[in-house]
């Protein structure tokens, strides 16, 4: 990791982990991108960039040169209205209507470390030496608004994270119409655009396209990074797969609404784009305010997407997550949603906890439904006491029973949420997000509650953490179940509403902030109807998330592949659910979904007290197995081997640091007649090492596991079938 500066050339060169990225200010002060991809030692300018004359695009300095136009360089930090036609990443409104400005370089600086971002979550580091930051000023005569770019790179780490953070130095009053993150020009198209799209119950399905002439974009107007698409986009050499090929990775930072774009121009070239989402945002900045950008991190990858998601699973896992759990193996759980929705009362809620006990799950987790008056989905949010009629003694008693059969105690809450029969709503009207005279639309009953307010935050926090403060409670699950619509506050003036879904998220993070902070010895889930808010910022206060709604084993295997892309296995909630599956009716068998729910953070979620004995037998065997692998599966290295998406197969493995120790998982959907024979590749052994195979004891070496391949033995049969191969380093 260092940072070069060379006066003469006026160049940038960062060189993080295996990659180099490339910059240089010219002409009269605008700053170019030169390069980024494999590590070069010193560059040299084997790919300077080309002056000619185009038709149609404009020259700044015309008397000067005719060659130099905006609009056929690769820049840092494209603006609008000096020749330049593509997508900007700023865009600000002067006091006589113009939105025109011209930010040139002023002066930068190189520093050890990584400066925090006020008010947002970001990756950090925990000593200077870590990293090193480049920060480079841009000054806009027109406007006077300074950007600071910041750029950090990581010891040993391919990735670049970036932010931006604008001051109105001037003397007018600014509004901001566009203030997105980061900008990186790339000088062709020859790429394939990777999006983790969806919907709920099927979130982070991964669909991957050839770039065209014109915007190809991903973005979120629901007020939360969404089910329907995450905050991540890659571009992928056309050749590059899990293995080989060189792969640019880009995520946000961030759980509101965002826009994440390629756009290809007509000489061919690839502009993305990163950052909050343009549509209905602005914010006013005052002579003096300052506004701070979300952080992108972006990573470069040699070794396709398999290289890119081990990167970012390293960084989100140790350098993103924070908190006691980060480096801790994760309790097994079992939640008792989908055995009671609404429907319990102590003594069954003490009945599951119990059967759990005796498997040996470690957590129990009270689901939605222990509060207010709350029978369904249409009462109660924001009443945060407990309801009597269900928990008689309360839940300190609750809890204090549970912990007594040597479980740890967990509970659910809705924070962000009221609903429109609950005394909070009644008290307290305008709290939720809303247009004075326009209707309040509702979604599961509920309106969300306005963040952007102090006072609604204050409240919140307080109702929160006494109940959390009232009983032995270790483990949280933050849910949030709807988007936001009339996206308004009462506390807002005319020419600031359009900042309420911003401010509502920068709201969000400081009352995480100050929860999770406060009770550092509970481990927080964040949820949002399963995963429509999987996102790198919620991971930055909460180290773990409930992956989908949908637990379904088969439908899980999609779910669990795409959203591994990006985010680490530690960080994905995934259970155990009875059949025929709640969400989609199917009948898979137990050894399967124990299989796909133990390649995540493993819970049970269904009435333990129904189980056969034989059921009984095969749970406690699940559960002391994973206990055997937890911290491989938790805290390994991923390979993702075979894809759902590919066929009727899906193969993953978790390799030890050490390479002495790795788990692989084969999952079959259905079974054919006559069908071929299989034999699964290992990934990320090591090839000089011999393996003991701990479920026949046979001795293979890494080699053979990765050149040859493991065979799937020819008996399994019938559909919905797992193998697993537990290998350990041979004596
Ligand atoms: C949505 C969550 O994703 C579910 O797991 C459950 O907690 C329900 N909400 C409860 O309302």
Redesign the pocket.
């Given at each position: 990791m260092t940072i070069y500066y060379h006066d003469s050339q006026k160049t940038f060169h960062l060189q993080a982990g295996d990659s180099s990225y490339v910059m240089q200010v010219v002409n009269k002060g605008f700053l170019t991108h030169l390069y980024w991809g494999k590590k070069i030692k010193e560059y040299r300018f084997a790919n300077r960039l080309q002056f000619t004359d185009r038709a149609f695009s404009g020259n700044p300095h015309p008397s000067e040169n005719r060659t130099f136009s905006l609009d056929t360089l690769p820049q840092e930090f494209p603006v609008y209205g000096t020749t330049d036609y593509r997508a900007p990443i700023v865009q600000v409104q002067l006091e006589n209507g113009t939105t025109i400005t011209d930010f040139r370089y002023d002066s930068h600086r190189i520093f050890k470390g990584k400066p925090e971002l006020e008010g947002l979550p970001s990756t950090y580091i925990e000593e200077e030496a870590e990293a090193e930051t480049l920060e480079i000023m841009l000054y806009d005569e027109l406007s006077g608004l300074k950007a600071v770019l910041l750029y950090t790179v990581y010891n040993d780490r391919s990735v670049i994270t970036r932010s931006i953070r604008l001051v109105n130095s001037g003397r007018q009053s600014l509004q901001l119409l566009r203030a997105l993150s980061a900008s990186v020009d790339f000088r062709d198209n020859d790429f394939e655009f990777i999006q983790l799209s969806g919907a709920w119950g099927k979130e982070r399905e991964i669909e991957r396209h050839s770039l065209r002439q014109g915007i190809q974009s991903i973005e979120s107007r629901r007020g939360a990074s969404s089910h329907q698409q995450n905050p991540f986009l890659a571009l992928a050499r056309k050749n590059a797969d899990e293995q080989y090929g060189d792969v640019y990775g880009f995520s946000f930072v961030y759980s509101g609404n965002f826009l994440a774009q390629a756009e290809v121009d007509q000489f061919h070239t690839a502009r993305v784009s990163m950052g909050i989402n343009p549509f209905d945002f602005s914010w006013k900045l005052e002579p003096g305010d300052s506004f701070q950008c979300p952080e992108v991190v972006m990573v470069y990858s040699h070794e396709g997407l398999g290289g890119m998601s081990r990167t970012y699973h390293d960084l989100y896992r140790h350098r993103l997550a924070r908190g006691p759990f980060r480096d801790r193996e994760r309790p097994i759980l079992i939640n008792n949603?989908e055995a009671t929705y609404f429907d319990f009362n102590a003594d069954k809620i003490e009945s599951i906890a119990a059967a759990g006990s005796e498997l040996g799950i470690e957590l129990f987790v009270l689901?939605?439904g222990w509060f207010g008056h709350r029978d369904d989905?249409k009462t109660s949010l924001g009443d945060w006491f407990v309801d009597e009629r269900k928990l008689p003694n309360g839940l300190d008693d609750l809890a204090s029973r549970v912990r007594n059969m040597n479980m740890e105690f967990g509970l659910?809450f809705e924070p962000e949420m009221v609903s429109v029969d609950s005394d909070l709503y009644r008290n307290h009207p305008d709290w939720c997000l809303h247009v004075p005279s326009a209707n309040r639309s509702e979604s599961r009953n509920q309106l969300v509650l306005d963040f952007s307010r102090d006072d609604v935050c204050i409240a919140v926090t307080k109702m929160v953490m006494d109940i959390l403060s009232s009983a032995p409670i270790t483990y949280v699950?933050w849910?949030m179940?709807r988007h936001m619509t009339e996206i308004g506050s009462a506390r807002l003036p005319a020419d600031r509403q359009r900042e309420t879904a911003h401010r509502y998220m920068l709201g969000l993070y400081r009352v995480m902030e100050k929860i999770t902070t406060s009770f550092p010895h509970i481990l927080f889930e964040s949820?949002s109807?399963?995963g429509g808010r999987f996102d790198p910022g919620m991971l930055y206060y909460m180290p773990q998330t409930?992956t989908s709604?949908n637990t379904d084993a088969v439908s899980r295997l999609k779910i669990q592949y795409g959203t591994s892309l990006v985010y680490p296995i530690s960080s994905m909630g995934a259970h155990v659910s009875d059949v025929p599956n709640h969400q989609v009716n199917r009948l898979t068998s137990l050894q399967m979904r124990g299989d796909v729910a133990a390649s995540g953070n493993l819970g049970y979620e269904l009435d333990l007290t129904k189980l056969t004995d034989e059921e009984k037998e095969e749970v406690t065997q699940q559960v002391a197995q994973y206990k055997k692998i937890r911290s491989l599966i938790q805290f390994g290295d991923f390979y993702r081997l075979l894809s759902p998406f590919a066929g009727n197969e899906t193969a993953w493995m978790f390799v030890n640091k050490k390479k002495t120790e790795a788990v692989l998982f084969y999952f079959r959907v259905l079974d054919a007649p006559n069908a071929p024979f299989r034999s699964v590749k290992a990934h990320g052994l090591d090839s000089g090492k011999t393996y003991r195979i701990q479920e026949t004891g046979e001795i293979v070496g890494g080699d053979e596991l990765m050149y040859a391949g493991m065979d799937v033995p020819a008996d399994v049969s019938g559909d919905f079938q797992s193998v697993v191969w537990h290998l350990k380093e041979a004596e």
């Open positions: 949603w689901d939605d989905d659910w699950k849910d179940n949820c109807g399963g409930w709604d």
